[in-house]
């Protein structure tokens, strides 16, 4: 292996703990969930609520996790009292993403580089 090819291997070396490294992160995101929270009125809990009888305004906010799922749209409902943490896991789904781009950024730069040695450079 000529000279060209040990710095590029160290140079693999070091991009390969750098991706690694973004694996690691990610398991901070592990609870993620991919969606968008939307806020929706509905006819509120009480029954007599003239809310609940038709062409009326509704009034009970709803909050959903809404997001595409095999062409359709899903709605997961979300109680309030887990919202902050719903809101968490949409947002640490971007993140999630935002790593899974870093990591691919860094394999492209590995395979070009291993490839320019299996070429024998
Ligand atoms: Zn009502």
New binding site residues.
Partial sequence: MNQSSKCKVREIDKLRKERDGIFEQMLKYRGAIRGTITGIYK??S?KE????STNREK??LGYYISSSHQGRTRMIYVPSLILEEAKKRTEDYKKVMELIEEISEINSKIFKLEKEIKKGG
């Fill in positions: 006819m509120c009480n609520c003239e809310c609940h009034h009970g």
